[in-house]
């Protein structure tokens, strides 16, 4: 909720989004560099850290229930895997790790649109 007035002002061209990290762009352009989406979060996850679908649910779920224990457990193992397959130093897999999408619960993007 507290990023709603930036991606609107992205949308209206007000503010310019910004990227925790370059590989974040492709993943969060449509939404003003603002992870909105839960289906985001597994991206991010699959794409810079190599998790598979079923590995960065399990993440996705720790999330929604606030499961510490889950997240400290995955900021080590997304560290590697992000080192791994995308060459990141641990300090660049920090700054992606500790961004709202994994203190907050996302929105599914299925149950973000409307319909008429």
């Known amino acids: 909720m507290e990023f709603i007035p930036d991606y609107i002002a992205g949308l209206h061209g007000e503010k310019e989004a910004s990227y ?3 590989l974040l762009e492709p993943i969060l352009a449509e939404t003003m560099g603002v992870c909105v989406y839960q289906e985001q979060v597994i ?5 810079v850290a190599g998790y598979t679908a079923g590995e960065a649910d399990l993440v996705r779920r720790g999330i929604s229930k ?3 224990k889950v997240l400290d457990e995955h ?3 997304f560290a ?3 080192n791994e397959k995308s060459g990141l130093k641990q300090h660049e897999a920090d ?3 500790m961004p709202s999408w994994v203190r907050r619960y ?3 993007r ?3 649109a409307t319909t008429r």
Request: no cysteine.
């Open 20 to 22: 925790v990290h370059p």
């Open 43 to 47: 991206q991010i996850l699959t794409d």
């Open 66 to 68: 606030k499961a510490k």
């Open 75 to 77: 900021r080590e193992i």
């Open 80 to 82: 590697r895997g992000a």
């Open 95 to 97: 700054e992606i790790w």
């Open 106 to 108: 996302g929105f599914n």
């Open 110 to 112: 299925a149950h973000a």
